[in-house]
């Protein structure tokens, strides 16, 4: 099994920003692609970004392109998701989530541990 933390929320200013962090422990950290996703009240949990084992490949949902940055530490088991210029709209719980393989997806059913996650709250 494999146990994911969230840390790094809060309450920010539109066009602020804040650096989430995703620590692992348990298996082996290095051979899961991992994600993040949020969820804001009384919407499904969406897609945000993505990063593979390497680091090498990721992917990000449009909404959050050119001002997030998902990046990954394998030495340190940890995850990181920079936000910068947040908006209102970013207001969610944004969640750590691995999947069992390799490779990258923007699909919520293809990942198999998720952490329990961490709140953001962009005010205006």
């Known amino acids: 099994q494999v146990q994911l933390v969230e840390s790094g929320g809060g309450l920010v200013q539109a066009g602020g920003s804040l650096r989430l962090s995703c620590v692992a422990s348990?298996?082996?950290?290095?051979?899961?692609?991992m994600g993040w996703f949020r969820q804001a009240p009384g919407k499904a949990r969406e897609f945000v970004a993505a990063?593979?084992?390497?680091?090498?490949?990721?992917i990000y949902a449009d909404a959050v392109k050119d001002r997030f940055t998902i990046s990954r530490d394998n030495a340190q088991n940890t995850v990181f998701l920079q936000m910068n210029d947040l908006k209102r709209e970013d207001t969610g719980v944004y969640y750590c989530?691995?999947?069992?393989?390799?490779?990258?997806?923007?699909?919520?059913?293809?990942?198999?541990?998720w952490g329990q996650g961490t709140q953001v709250t962009v005010s205006s």
């Open positions: 348990g298996r082996t950290f290095g051979n899961y692609a």
């Open positions: 990063i593979s084992w390497t680091g090498g490949v990721k």
């Open positions: 989530a691995g999947r069992w393989t390799a490779t990258i997806s923007r699909d919520l059913s293809g990942y198999g541990f």
